[in-house]
């Protein structure tokens, strides 16, 4: 069995091969997204959401079936509260007003028999879907430029950098996924990929902390070696919270409904993704910026020499 405790894997010796992977990898998913785009949910693009009731419990995929021979075969159906509780979100229609659709759905789901009650019709238009994107690119910005000024004040500058361009790789690959796959891209998704930066960035501030102490241990070592070192100490840690996460995200998939399998699927991407830019990405670029071992050495006290410090 594999000893991940006892390991003296070489990961800065293959940051060249990684660093042209990844670059692989953003460049594709770059050129999908601007090729194809993302396959934007009702979230985005505006549609009508359409809340009903049944008499007694139903299931989805009767609902689904009642309506999937329609012009509404592309609406998102999905229990709102108790299993006799639906919602329906539809892409936008603009032939038709809310009051035309959700009187429709009712008729067709009426000829099954049972018994089905219209609660609420919600319009959102286009505007409110562009406003979402906006806000959701906004709120990644944002997201990253605080972790940029936290890693910096912590660590160092070279740190920081090789962290934000880890958390730039992570959702562009993540996103561009779903682009090449054409996936349904919703805010569950993005509430999918800044968890994800959040991930990563755990996953990244650990590994450097180890840095700093082995910096601080192993005053011959070189930095490559003491990064290594650093990984190689943390990969146990890494592969297991990595492991347990996917497990967590695999069972979301699985049982959790197809209300949530875009959420599932960027996170499985995201965590797997985040792994790799932590151990590869972020602490390499921080070794060929040129950190050293002063870099990261407490504040010298007057007439005490650095190397005199714990």
Known sequence: MLDLNNLNIDFMGGRRKAYIVSAIMIIVSLLSMAVRGLNLGIDFT???LVELSYSESVDL?????????S???DAVVQYFGSSSEIMIRIPLRTELSSAQIS???LELLRESGREVQLHRVDFVGPQVGEDLREGAILATLIAMGLILIYVAMRFQMRFSVGANVALLHDPIITIGFFSILGLEFDLTVVAAV???IGYSINDTIVIFDRIREVF?????????????????QTLSRTTMTSWATLLVVIALFFFGGRVIHGFSIALIV????????????????ALDL????KDLMPVEKEGQPVDDLP
């Open 61 to 69: 995929a009767e609902v689904r079936n009642a309506i999937s021979g």
């Open 103 to 105: 009187n429709e759905l």
């Open 46 to 48: 505006g549609g009508t």
């Open 71 to 73: 012009a509404y075969s």
């Open 290 to 293: 040129g950190v050293t071992r």
């Open 194 to 196: 800044l968890a994800v």
């Open 270 to 285: 995201g965590v797997l993704v985040g792994t790799y830019s932590s151990i590869f990405v972020a602490s390499a670029l």
């Open 216 to 232: 601080r241990k192993q005053r011959k070592a070189s930095p490559s070696e003491v990064m290594n070192m650093a990984i190689n």
